[in-house]
């Protein structure tokens, strides 16, 4: 079986920094893509930052230059670099990757579980 496992997230205050990570369970499966998406309450989940199997990158206006998205495939793990964090970065970060079999042709859509960020004024 696979999963995402999520970590990284807690309470900081604004203009720190938190590294979220999110390493893949079966290291059977290697990563095709990965993303990072963010929840606030009430409000729709929106894609953050996204990487591709070649190292692409890709930004929401709103963390543009703060947040830095990067992989390591020997680990299984994408990480998401957060500076200079606002209050309005306060909301549950969850990841998303697109794995396949080492060697294979399939490939699927997995998310993890969440994680808590939140930043005080």
């Known amino acids: 079986q696979v999963q995402l496992v999520e970590s990284g997230g807690g309470l900081v205050q604004a203009g720190g920094s938190l590294r979220l990570s999110c390493a893949v369970s079966?290291?059977?499966?290697?990563?095709?893509?990965g993303g990072w998406y963010r929840q606030a309450p009430g409000k729709q989940r929106e894609l953050v930052a996204a990487i591709t199997n070649g190292g692409t990158t890709n930004y929401a206006d709103s963390v543009k230059g703060r947040f830095t998205i990067s992989k390591d495939n020997a680990k299984n793990t994408v990480y998401l670099q957060m500076n200079s964090l606002r209050p309005e970065d306060t909301a549950v970060y969850y990841c998303n990757m697109n794995l396949k079999l080492r060697f294979g042709v399939r490939a699927s859509d997995y998310w993890g579980q969440g994680t808590q960020v939140t930043v005080s004024s």
């Open positions: 079966n290291s059977f499966f290697s990563i095709n893509a």
